[in-house]
């Protein structure tokens, strides 16, 4: 099953492609400030478009909104969720949503891990380091919705696990 999960931000919005046991790629889309906000939000949505059409995944996993000291922080990533949301339901994909606490619970048993040690499993699972915090939360992410999801998903038993 080919899985894209999304990171959603204004700024840097981190993507990561799974299928089966590979992490086929992770990524950022990047908008610069100076740029209104309608016309960032479409270069999220167009970057997106582009990468549903070419890699068909069969399901989009994004973090749930769950909790921002910042005001204006999570009214920009609600805005990028919702265009994704719209793509995604305009593509027939499927969405699903986790909870950074189930994330962190799913890669390290521990609904309070930090970075360095998602990092740390995301290393250890598909041997590559992803160093960017968005483009790292949105390989977690797919990587925890495999592992939830191992019968649904397909994939063979997890190096984490084995």
């Known amino acids: 099953m ?7 931000g204004l700024e840097r919005t981190g993507i990561a492609l799974i299928n089966e046991d590979k992490l086929v790629f992770s990524s950022l889309i990047e908008t610069h400030k100076k740029n209104k906000l309608e016309e960032r939000i479409r270069t999220v949505y167009r ?5 549903i059409q070419e890699y068909e995944p069969e399901v989009l996993v994004m973090e749930s909104l769950f909790l921002f000291k910042n005001k204006k922080t999570i009214i920009s990533v609600s805005q990028v969720q919702g265009a994704v949301l719209l793509l995604a339901a305009q593509k027939g994909i499927k969405v699903e949503f986790l ?4 994330i962190k619970q799913a890669l390290c048993g521990f609904g309070r891990a930090d970075k360095k040690s998602i990092q740390k499993i995301i290393r250890l ?12 939360d949105a390989v977690a992410c797919g990587l925890a919705y495999r592992l939830l999801n191992r019968s649904l998903v397909g994939a063979k038993s997890s190096n984490l696990l084995s």
């Open 125 to 136: 699972e598909f041997k590559v380091n992803v160093r960017q915090d968005d483009q790292a």
């Open 47 to 51: 970057r997106l478009e582009k990468i």
């Open 2 to 8: 080919k899985i894209l999960a999304i990171d959603s």
């Open 99 to 102: 909870t950074p606490l189930q």
